[in-house]
T-cell receptor
Framework: GAGVSQTPSNKVTEKGKYVELRCDPI?????LYWYRQSLGQGPEFLIY????????DSGLPNDRFFAVRPEGSVSTLKIQRTERGDSAVYLC?????????????FGPGTRLTVL | KNQVEQSPQSLIILEGKNCTLQ??????????LRWYKQDTGRGPVSLTI?????NTKSNGRYTATLDADTKQSSLHITASQLSDSASYIC????????????FGTGTLLAVQP
């Protein structure tokens, strides 16, 4: 497919567990973004990658959250010791490059539910 | 604090009618403003993008306006269709290389037959 894909589409886990959320950006897009969207709210920025490096991780709420993009393509958002407050839709977006006016193309999101 | 506020929170209109959604922002320094459409259970899709020097931008039945002096934007939808039912989110970009987006909370639009 030509769009951004995310897996799984839904994830239910228990409090305290570890989860990984995957994002496959559009081929050739160098910039990748993770956002978190709570019910009834707009997405909130978490972290941005330019290539393999995290250029801005100022949105990560605490050290339980970590993201990687080892080969500059697929990215994984990792959440340790999940808490009920982590329940949200996690959105990934990619764009051809960072800065400027490039459109960010969003995936469908992963709905995370922490019981 | 960088904020993006939208009104109304929700809106119900009849099919075929026009409507206008509002966005006020305090984001500074400001790079560009975007309107996204988000269907339930889907990721946001870009409708329009305007730089601070642009006053209006159209995309089919969608027309966005921007007043950078008053820091206000509007999205006008003409001849609404049932498929326009969605959340419409105003998004402002901070100046800088990260292209960080500041999202509003959205206006939930319901178009009824």
């Amino acid at each position: 497919g030509a769009g951004v894909s995310q897996t799984p589409s839904n994830k239910v886990t228990e409090k305290g567990k570890y989860v990984e959320l995957r994002c496959d950006p559009i081929s050739g897009h160098t910039a990748l973004y993770w956002y978190r969207q709570s019910l009834g709210q707009g997405p909130e920025f978490l972290i941005y990658f330019q290539g393999t490096g995290a250029a801005d991780d100022s949105g990560l709420p605490n050290d339980r959250f970590f993201a990687v993009r080892p080969e500059g393509s697929v990215s994984t958002l990792k959440i340790q010791r999940t808490e009920r407050g982590d329940s949200a839709v996690y959105l990934c977006a990619s764009s051809p490059s960072a800065g400027g006016i490039d459109t960010q193309y969003f995936g469908p999101g992963t709905r995370l539910t922490v019981l | 604090k960088n904020q993006v506020e939208q009104s109304p929170q929700s809106l119900i209109i009849l099919e075929g009618k026009n409507c206008t959604l509002q966005c006020n922002y305090t984001v500074s320094p400001f790079s560009n403003l975007r309107w996204y459409k988000q269907d339930t259970g889907r990721g946001p899709v870009s409708l329009t993008i305007m730089t601070f020097s642009e006053n209006t931008k159209s995309n089919g039945r969608y027309t966005a306006t921007l007043d950078a002096d008053t820091k206000q934007s509007s999205l006008h939808i003409t001849a609404s269709q049932l498929s326009d039912s969605a959340s419409y989110i105003c998004v402002v970009t901070l100046v800088g290389a990260t292209n960080k987006l500041i999202f509003g909370t959205g206006t939930l639009l319901a178009v009824q037959p």
